[in-house]
């Protein structure tokens, strides 16, 4: 099956802990994207990249870093830095070509830091 | 900075009654998309809009766009309980990857 696979589902790490969150595509995108979740609020975007090698900073980048070494792979790093890490977290693809662009969610990651 | 806003917040209606949203962009868009996510669920595209004026139906839902491409509406006839969920708009930045959603509006049905 295609799709967006992102683990774990729930992840619960101490304060001033670096985490890195898993996102893996088998949908063949070009972009991928990482968005978060608060409570009763819509998505914010994190991070997005259009292609491997390559990602661009979304509208609230900072304490978070990626990589796009691989097409299928964009994993999110959740760094100390982070003042209010705890969320709800969503990997995205899109085709990323073309008139449609639109996006595939995985099932996310609900991160608790303490 | 460009928003995408929509209203109401919240909306409890009565299993049968309908439900409109509505999205409001401060920039015009190229298109607009329409997202649903159920009680502790992922988004999940609905449908894309792209033409000025263009109306979409999906069995009782109709999107709308707006003639000025900077809003958009989602109507639902006759809720059900399955129609529960947060729907939320999204519209891309122009000439990027990259996109904007609205805020949302949480929909409870009542039976």
């Known amino acids: 099956d295609g799709g967006i696979t992102q683990s774990p589902k729930y992840l619960f790490r101490k304060e001033g802990q670096n985490v890195t969150l898993s996102c893996e595509q088998n949908?063949?995108?070009?972009?991928m994207y990482w968005y978060r979740q608060d409570p009763g609020q819509g998505l914010r975007l994190i991070y997005y990249?259009?292609?491997?090698?390559?990602?661009q900073k979304g509208d609230i980048a900072e304490g978070y870093s990626v990589s796009r070494e691989k097409k299928e792979s964009f994993p999110l790093t959740v760094t100390s830095a982070q003042k209010n890490p705890t969320a709800f977290y969503l990997c995205?693809?899109?085709?990323?070509?073309?008139?449609?662009?639109?996006?595939?969610f995985g099932p996310g990651t609900r991160l608790t830091v303490t | 900075g460009q928003q995408v806003m929509q209203i109401p917040q919240y909306q409890h209606v009565q299993e049968g009654e309908d439900f409109t949203t509505y999205c409001n962009s401060s920039?015009?868009?190229?298109?607009i998309q329409w997202y649903k996510q159920r009680p502790g669920g992922h988004p999940v595209f609905l449908i894309q809009?792209?033409?000025?004026?263009e109306v979409k139906k999906q069995k009782r839902l109709t999107f709308q766009f707006g003639e000025a491409k900077k809003n958009s509406s989602l109507h639902i006839t006759a809720t059900q309980t399955t129609d529960v969920g947060t729907y939320f708009c999204?519209?891309?930045?122009?000439?990027?990857?990259?996109?904007?959603f609205g805020t949302g509006t949480r929909l409870k049905v009542l039976a």
């Open positions: 949908l063949n995108h070009d972009a």
């Open positions: 995205a693809s899109s085709i990323g070509s073309g008139s449609t662009y639109e996006q595939y």
């Open positions: 999204a519209g891309p930045y122009s000439g990027t990857y990259k996109y904007i």
């Open positions: 920039t015009t868009l190229s298109n």
């Open positions: 809009l792209v033409k000025s004026g």
């Open positions: 990249s259009q292609i491997v090698n390559d990602f």
